[in-house]
């Protein structure tokens, strides 16, 4: 089902010989954004029509003709490109050419108006921050001669996630990965960031397969691989 | 196994090889879906190892990248 990790410790990004990014635009953006006066405005100006194109684009493609979202896209997609913009300007010095820089900026406005509308889907669902949904977890659908061997293993699974795991590592494994609770939206129920949150989530992971190895199931990956930090 | 239980399987376990963060993630997206674009997706993972497994692991940073690739090959009426 799963297989094993390879080496653990090569995560970094690497410099690769890729080939260039088309020469585009960053020189177009990135002196006037940088300078003062008409040209700044005029940049700056732009660069938000950019994100609100990709504000409404993110937010087109997530709502698809309506929903209850319908009254609020375009609320949803100003804003968004607002704070991308804000973002953008902030970190203007970290672009670093790797790619086109109209791609560099549309991810800004992408991450703001998807978190928003996850946040937005969930603003008035309570998440079951405390339930069993591990015990559901159940055997649809196999046949008899296969019946057995799942068993055992969801049995092992639901043994490891109530005995190996911590409350806190429980929750969020259960709300993200079946509930299907968008960890940003959980990170800002719980109080902290979506990094700490994968972090927590990680580790429960680990734990898990490390859990069903001492019980004889090959998940692929009782390892040592490091959290993400 | 079948295959509804398969994905629950899954998605409580993730991916089995190294990974990187949703902070790293960000910071290389722009770079990863434009080489994944232009070069393939071997590419954009020897460039960015350990992005593919974060990806296959984190819904919001795949649903983030799959709209940033449709964004990108859009058309710029759309």
Do not use: N
């Amino acid at each position: 089902m799963l297989s094993r990790p390879t080496a653990s410790d090569a995560v970094a990004p690497r410099a690769v010989a890729a080939p260039a990014a088309p020469a585009d635009d960053a020189e177009r953006w990135l002196a006037p954004l940088r300078a003062g006066g008409p040209a700044h405005e005029r940049a700056v100006a732009d660069l938000h029509a950019l994100l609100l194109r990709a504000a409404r684009f993110t937010v087109r493609r997530a709502s698809g003709g309506g929903g209850r979202l319908r009254e609020h896209r375009e609320d949803l997609a100003q804003q968004s490109a607002d704070d991308a913009l804000v973002a953008v300007l902030a970190k203007l010095d970290s672009f670093r050419g790797e790619s086109r820089f109209t791609t560099w900026a549309y991810k800004f406005a992408v991450l703001e108006a998807s978190v928003a509308l996850r946040r937005h889907a969930w603003q008035r669902r309570e998440i079951p921050l405390e339930h069993d949904g591990w015990l559901a977890l159940s055997d649809d659908g196999a046949s008899p001669g296969e019946q057995a061997q799942r068993r055992e293993l969801l049995g092992a699974l639901r043994d490891a996630i109530e005995a190996d795991l911590t409350s806190h590592q429980r929750r969020v494994l259960v709300a993200v990965t079946l509930d299907g609770v968008p960890i940003d939206v959980l990170a800002e129920r719980l109080g902290t960031t979506r990094g700490a949150l994968y972090k927590t989530l990680h580790d429960a992971r680990r734990r898990l397969r490390a859990a069903l190895a001492a019980r004889g199931f090959a998940p692929g990956a009782a390892d040592d691989q490091e959290s993400p930090r | 196994m079948s295959e509804r239980l398969d994905d629950r399987v899954r998605r409580l376990l993730g991916p089995a090889g190294p990974e990187v963060t949703c902070e790293q993630c960000f910071d290389q997206l722009d770079r990863y879906v434009e080489l994944e674009l232009r070069t393939g997706p071997a590419d954009a993972e020897a460039a960015v190892p350990g992005m593919a497994a974060h990806l296959d692991g984190c819904p919001a940073c795949a649903e983030e990248r799959a709209t940033l690739r449709a964004l990108v090959t859009s058309r710029p009426e759309s």
